[in-house]
């Protein structure tokens, strides 16, 4: 078993959650953070007459003001069971409007370690991200004919689970009724704990270039990233075995055999193209073509000097891996070039790309050129990170 150690860098906002929703009943706005408290914590430390106040306001069903008493009576100290950083704008937000229980405040949290309260990435979701990008590169390449021939042939009739099933059956050489023959069995990737305070609450929007609003999308907990200025690191271990993937009796019961170069090459090219493909179409004045401040943040992160002193974007080398993961990845990232086919469920139609992207605001302090220091938002896409070799 070869194991790869990494050192892991968030580039751009993350988020992986587990699907739940928080509001003003479990959290509180203090001290510009966000506090998820343990109600049963909060009870225990109340004074009678404290408790019987809060019985009072439970059996009359008074949402208004169970908002506020919880506001009241949180110490994080004793009663907190996860604490993130809240942005400006989530602050004032909860102030105005956390005693009006029309008002849903509605937070995406993240997903925690039960046993160290801490934030991490699943190693299954790291995991997928290399597993798309190695398939579309199988598919785009030496297995492109065998599935432009599926599809001329019986593409027609199958449905798109159906086609989608092929497409990895292809690529991997194993089917439904052989899945021991997926190469993937020998790719291990261990779940990555993160370090404690390196979330943030932000208000999340949508953005579509021919749209002249942006429409809000909840509020989400994500790591704290490098395009931010303040980069979350991580350690995570990737183990192949390519000694059982290279024995001969071993690979008769293989689809294919994978080397750690080639896994790493293929998710460098899909996940570059794809970061530099989104910046042009989305985050890019359309007069000009040169990057929006969103586009520069994001080819910042893999920018390096040439030898003549100019900046150059270029895909990092193997067996460093650029990859994204989580939340708001989006469409084009979760699927393989040249087959993607999607469903606009809105417009009720096939799509191969998606017309709008989920950013991050995030306030900010920026000093400008002649030193000062203003107030500043930049919005980020989510999902980016990068894994270099220890």
């Known amino acids: 078993m070869r194991t790869f150690r990494y050192r892991g860098r968030v580039l751009t906002p993350v988020h992986v959650g587990t699907g739940e929703t928080i509001d003003p009943l479990e959290y509180v706005v203090k001290d510009g953070k966000l506090v998820r408290f343990s109600s049963p914590a909060v009870i225990a430390d109340l004074p009678p007459a404290e408790r019987e106040r809060l019985e009072r306001m439970l059996a009359s069903g008074q949402i208004k003001d169970l908002h506020v008493f919880f506001k009241n009576h949180v110490d994080p100290e004793r009663h907190a069971v996860a604490v993130a950083e809240a942005d400006p704008s989530v602050v004032r937000e909860f102030e105005t409007k956390c005693s009006n229980p029309a008002n849903e405040l509605k937070v995406r949290p993240m997903i925690r370690n039960a046993h160290a309260g801490r934030p991490y990435l699943p190693g299954s979701s790291v995991k997928g991200a290399i597993r798309t990008a190695v398939v579309s590169s199988i598919v785009n390449g030496e297995k492109k004919a065998d599935f432009e021939q599926y599809l001329a042939s019986q593409g027609q009739v199958d449905s798109d689970g159906a086609k989608a099933r092929r497409l990895q059956e292809t690529a991997l050489g194993f089917t439904a009724q052989s899945l021991e023959r997926d190469p993937f069995r020998l790719v291990k990737v261990a779940d990555a704990l993160l370090p404690a305070g390196c ?5 999340v929007f949508n953005v579509k270039p021919s749209r002249q609003q ?5 509020m989400w907990e994500r790591v704290l990233c490098a395009a931010e200025g303040r980069p979350t690191e991580f350690t995570i271990e990737v183990s192949l075995d390519e000694r059982a993937m290279q024995h001969p009796k071993t690979r008769q019961h293989l689809g294919r055999a994978l080397s750690w170069e080639e896994i790493a090459g293929a998710c460098n090219a899909f996940y570059f193209r794809r970061l530099t493909q ?6 890019s004045n359309p007069a000009t073509g040169q990057p ?6 994001v080819y910042n992160l893999l920018a390096t000097q040439t030898p003549e002193g100019k900046k150059k974007v270029a895909p990092p080398r193997a067996p460093d891996l650029l990859l994204r993961v989580g939340r708001f ?8 070039d040249t087959f993607r086919q999607g469903w606009n469920a809105r417009a009720r139609r096939t799509i191969s790309e998606g017309t709008t992207r989920n950013l991050a605001s995030i306030h900010h302090k920026a000093r400008r050129s002649d030193g000062t220091v203003v107030d500043d938002e930049l919005r980020l896409p989510f999902g980016w990170i990068l894994l270099e070799l220890a």
């Open 329 to 336: 990845s989006h469409f084009e990232s979760l699927s393989v």
């Open 214 to 218: 942006d429409m809000p999308v909840d």
């Open 199 to 203: 979330t943030r609450v932000d208000r």
């Open 292 to 297: 929006t401040r969103t586009g520069a943040a």
């Open 278 to 283: 989104e910046v042009k179409r989305f985050y």
